[in-house]
Every structure is written in C-alpha cells, then in structure tokens.
C-alpha cells in the first residue's frame, strides 16, 4: 500500500465551533496528514507520523496550512461564463443574463465546455466539492457528473425543473421534470463520487403539478438531496405570495408539496419568518449562506449566528454566477463582513469550518469530505499564508496562528492555494 505523508499546520475540527470554537478547534503547527488509498489514514503530529511511517513518501510544506477542500454547498456551474454581470437584482438578473446563458445548454458541446471550465476553476481556488443546478437540459446533468468523474470529485448536482415564468427554451412540465429526474438519479446518484439532488430552481418557476411531482420523487427516494431557492429577496417573496395565496409563508410552497425535509439544502434563506426558522430547525434541514451573491445583488444580511442559535444547519457558498468569485476564500471574508454588519465578528475558525466541515455537515457527508480526519476522502487544500506581498507584510507580524490566517481568508485568492489534492492525488496546477 502506497502512502504519501503531507507535513505542515493542520487545522480541523471535533464540533460546530458557531457556538463556541475553543475546545472543537484543533491545530497543529508541525502537523501531518497521512494519505493511503485516496482516504487520510491518520492526522498528528508530523515527526511521530514520520517515524511510524518510514516507507511513506513526504511531501513538506513547511508553514503552509493543511485544510480539507473546500466544499460549496450551492452553485449554477451554467453561469460560470456570466458570472460578474452589471447592475440587475434578482428577478431581472435570471430574465436578462440567466436564462439566455441557460439555454445554450441544449448544446451538449457547450455544456461540456462549460463544465470543465467550472470545475477547474473550483479546484484552482481550492474547492474540491460543488454543489451545483444545472438547466433543465439532461445534457447539462451528464456533462457535469462526467467532467467531475474524469476528475474524481465529490460533486453533488441536479437537473433544474422550471415549467412557468421563463423562457419556452427552458421550461419542461411536470411530468418530464419527475421522468428526467427519475432517470438521472438512477443514472448517476451513488455513481463513483457523484450525488443527485432534485432541483426545482424555486416555487415562482414551479407549478403546483410540479412542484407535487418533484415532492413524490423525493419521497421516493428520500437517501437524495433536494436543493433549491428559499427568501432571497423581498420582491421575491411578495411574487411568491401572489403565486400561492393560500400558503402561510414561501417555506409553506415547498412543505406543503413534499419538498421540505432533513435532506432539503435550502439557498439564500435571508427573509425568514419566525415559523419557518421553526419548522427548518424541526426538520434538520440546511440552509447555505450566499454573501457574495447577496452582497453583489442586493438581497440582503444573512442572519447566521441567528440560525446558529435555532439550531439550524448552515453551509457556505459561492452562489457562481449570482456570486462574484469563484474563491470560498472570498466568499469567507464575505461572510465575514455581512456578520460583522449584523453586529458579530466570527473568528477565522468559524469561517474554516462553514467552508469545510460545515458545508459537508449540510450535504449529509459529515466525515466524509470537508474533514481532517481518519477515514475522510483525502481531499486537501494547502494554503500559503504569505501568498502575496500584502498578505506576507500582515502575517510576518501576527502573534498567533489566527492572526496569520485571517489576513488569508480575508485577502486571499487562488494565488493562495499552494497545492490541491483530490482522493490523495496531487492535482496539477494550471
């Protein structure tokens, strides 16, 4: 058995440090991390591994950071050649650039283009899971799922249901939303390392017929995720309410048609009424925090230790292209600075684990990706946390580990990211 040792600071974690990071925030700064057969075999300190593993082949990184890849918990990889458009809010923003961009998909060329590029860049920036919609277009499904594959990324995707308020070229019905959404979950869902999630992209593109069908599919089969859209903006939320004037609230137009459960990855969720913070605790369900998209389109101030405290799952995400980078290391500092508006500073280690551990914790893959730790899949980012004169200037005078981590997560990008490993294999830097 092949093992490859990586020595360096090591960062994980044994709990949710949103309510308390001290005694679950664990670091070492002579560090290592064993790899063997694509999962991590040990983590510890770095001398005592090499010793017990005189065979293993070293890879040192000296002070660079040993992290688990990245996982964003809620992307459109469609977007990605839009992302950073001019000026619109939501509901103009998916009718002038969305929806154009979405229909080039029917062209499986394009679509797999698309996906490799998005793909890339996510690992380029350290990201080693996406959670993506993808268009209604089937193509657009095996595109994905085929350009991580060649990868072998733990990717989570869906076909996106829409059969009202967009255009001809990107609406379905019903029943071809629960067909094509059958037959991409057999498809592919436990296939290697891909997960299905079904996708209605959210209730005012969505039918009560389909958003009932997509309901039955998911009691179906209840082992998938189910992911969509919920209170991005006010707007929005008054559309909705026009949409279904008999719900007590937009959580409502998904409960009451089998679409909220523990399994359910709920995007955006910034204008919540006080029951449905009630009935997503209840459930277990996940909400993610966008702050780049909700910054760059104006929805609003994610109540995050709020959530917290409801006992509320929370994962992290880029929200590519609503979202303004591709980097969750940006996405941090976004984070960062919505939390610090509503009056909280999270510290670094809060902002590593929503990006990490938090993030899997949403997708039902606790221990499975996301964490430092025996058994996990060896998907790994190192970060250099002197990446650039700006940041090497800061972090020279830090006193503490945090000190010089923060100025990374608040000013880095993928110049930051030293090395990537993907089910323990280095991936190659473009």
Same mark, same amino acid.
């Given at each position: 058995?092949?093992?490859?040792?990586?020595?360096?600071?090591?960062?994980?974690?044994?709990?949710?440090?949103?309510?308390?990071?001290?005694?679950? !925030?664990?670091?070492?700064?002579?560090?290592?991390?064993?790899?063997?057969?694509?999962?991590?075999?040990?983590?510890?300190?770095?001398?005592?591994?090499?010793?017990?593993?005189?065979?293993?082949?070293?890879?040192?990184?000296?002070?660079?950071?040993?992290?688990?890849?990245?996982?964003?918990?809620?992307?459109?990889?469609?977007?990605?050649?839009?992302?950073?458009?001019?000026?619109?809010?939501?509901?103009?923003?998916?009718?002038?650039?969305?929806?154009?961009?979405?229909?080039?998909?029917?062209?499986?060329?394009?679509?797999?283009?698309?996906?490799?590029?998005?793909?890339?860049?996510?690992?380029?920036?350290?990201?080693?899971?996406?959670?993506?919609?993808?268009?209604?277009?089937?193509?657009?499904?095996?595109?994905?799922?085929?350009?991580?594959?060649?990868?072998?990324?733990?990717?989570?995707?869906?076909?996106?249901?829409?059969?009202?308020?967009?255009?001809?070229?990107?609406?379905?019905?019903?029943?071809?939303?629960?067909?094509?959404?059958?037959?991409?979950?057999?498809?592919?869902?436990?296939?290697?390392?891909?997960? +299905?999630?079904?996708?209605?992209?959210?209730?005012?593109?969505?039918?009560?017929?389909?958003?009932?069908?997509?309901?039955?599919?998911?009691?179906?089969?209840?082992?998938?995720?189910?992911?969509?859209?919920?209170?991005?903006?006010?707007?929005?939320?008054?559309?909705?309410?026009?949409?279904?004037?008999?719900?007590?609230? +937009?959580?409502?137009?998904?409960?009451?048609?089998?679409?909220?459960?523990?399994?359910?990855? +709920?995007?955006?969720?910034?204008?919540?009424?006080?029951?449905?913070?009630?009935?997503?605790?209840?459930?277990?369900?996940?909400?993610?925090?966008?702050?780049?998209?909700?910054?760059?389109?104006?929805?609003?101030?994610?109540?995050? *230790?709020?959530?917290?405290?409801?006992?509320?799952?929370?994962?992290?995400?880029?929200? !590519?292209?609503?979202?303004?980078?591709?980097? *969750?290391?940006?996405?941090?500092?976004?984070?960062?600075?919505?939390?610090?508006?509503?009056?909280?500073?999270?510290?670094?280690?809060?902002?590593?684990?929503?990006?990490?551990?938090?993030?899997?914790?949403?997708?039902? *893959?606790?221990?499975?990706?996301?964490?430092?730790?025996?058994?996990?899949?060896?998907?790994?980012?190192?970060?250099?946390?002197?990446?650039?004169?700006?940041?090497?200037?800061?972090?020279?005078?830090?006193?503490?580990?945090?000190?010089?981590?923060?100025?990374?997560?608040? *000013?880095?990008?993928?110049?930051?990211?030293?090395?990537?490993?993907?089910?323990?294999?280095?991936?190659?830097?473009?």
């Amino acid at each position: 058995m092949t093992q490859h040792l990586l020595l360096g600071q090591t960062l994980g974690f044994s709990g949710n440090p949103l309510g308390g990071w001290e005694d679950v !925030t664990h670091h070492n700064s002579t560090g290592g991390v064993l790899i063997a057969d694509g999962v991590i075999a040990a983590v510890g300190d770095g001398a005592t591994l090499r010793a017990a593993h005189p065979d293993a082949t070293v890879t040192d990184y000296g002070n660079a950071l040993i992290s688990p890849g990245f996982v964003d918990a809620h992307m459109h990889y469609p977007q990605t050649a839009m992302i950073a458009s001019w000026g619109k809010q939501l509901i103009d923003w998916l009718n002038t650039y969305t929806f154009p961009e979405e229909s080039r998909f029917a062209d499986r060329t394009y679509a797999d283009d698309i996906a490799g590029r998005t793909l890339d860049l996510a690992l380029a920036h350290g990201t080693t899971t996406l959670t993506s919609f993808c268009t209604i277009h089937t193509a657009s499904v095996d595109a994905f799922f085929e350009a991580a594959a060649t990868r072998n990324m733990a990717v989570v995707a869906g076909k996106t249901c829409m059969d009202r308020n967009a255009p001809e070229t990107l609406r379905d019905d019903a029943k071809s939303a629960y067909d094509d959404s059958k037959a991409l979950l057999e498809k592919w869902h436990g296939v290697g390392r891909a997960s +299905y999630a079904i996708t209605p992209r959210f209730s005012p593109t969505s039918t009560p017929d389909q958003l009932a069908a997509l309901g039955a599919l998911w009691a179906e089969h209840p082992d998938c995720l189910m992911q969509t859209h919920l209170s991005e903006q006010l707007p929005e939320i008054a559309w909705v309410r026009d949409l279904f004037p008999n719900a007590r609230d +937009y959580l409502d137009t998904y409960e009451a048609f089998g679409l909220l459960g523990s399994r359910g990855l +709920y995007g955006h969720a910034i204008h919540l009424e006080d029951r449905e913070v009630a009935r997503l605790s209840e459930v277990g369900a996940a909400v993610v925090h966008c702050p780049t998209s909700n910054t760059f389109i104006g929805s609003g101030l994610f109540d995050l *230790m709020g959530l917290a405290s409801a006992g509320v799952r929370i994962g992290l995400a880029t929200d !590519t292209g609503g979202g303004s980078s591709f980097s *969750m290391l940006r996405t941090m500092a976004a984070a960062y600075e919505i939390a610090q508006l509503r009056g909280t500073a999270l510290h670094p280690a809060q902002l590593m684990w929503l990006a990490t551990e938090g993030s899997a914790q949403a997708l039902h *893959m606790s221990g499975q990706i996301g964490h430092l730790g025996a058994g996990a899949a060896a998907d790994l980012c190192v970060l250099d946390l002197a990446a650039t004169p700006a940041i090497a200037q800061r972090s020279a005078r830090a006193e503490t580990f945090w000190d010089a981590l923060f100025p990374t997560i608040m *000013m880095g990008d993928d110049r930051a990211v030293r090395d990537v490993w993907v089910a323990g294999q280095r991936v190659a830097k473009p």
